[in-house]
Nanobody, 123 residues
């Protein structure tokens, strides 16, 4: 599967943004999809994941209650709705995929990656 993330941009603190991860391939619905982010000078951190059915979701503590991950298998797209954005959310956001329904928070467990999309939150 090939992934492409988009929707990043510049937003003020407290604002919202929705990222999209578009996938190619007929078996998109077989993949667990996750979002990771990498801030300036930081490691790539887990943000959220969603199972192939969309029934299971998993969030990093730092984004719980502010970010929502969802998917539309008919459109081969996963979304990350972000509200109440903070300057510390500034990062390049990546979507990643792995076969199966287990949601991992480690980047090494995901086989497929898209290019990142930059989110900048100004104070």
């Amino acid at each position: 599967v090939q992934l492409q993330a988009y929707g990043g941009g510049l937003v003020q603190a407290g604002g919202s943004l929705r990222l999209s991860c578009a996938a190619s391939g007929r078996t998109f619905s077989s993949y667990t999809i996750a979002w990771f982010r990498q801030g300036p000078g930081k490691e790539r951190d887990f943000v959220a994941a969603i199972t192939w059915s969309g029934e299971g979701t998993y969030y990093a503590d730092s984004v719980k209650g502010r970010f929502t991950i969802s998917r539309d298998n008919a459109k081969n797209t996963v979304y990350l709705q972000m509200i109440s954005l903070k300057p510390e959310d500034t990062a390049v956001y990546y979507c990643a995929a792995r076969v199966g329904s287990v949601m991992y928070a480690r980047a090494a467990n995901y086989e497929h990656w898209g290019q990142g999309t930059l989110v900048t939150v100004s104070s």
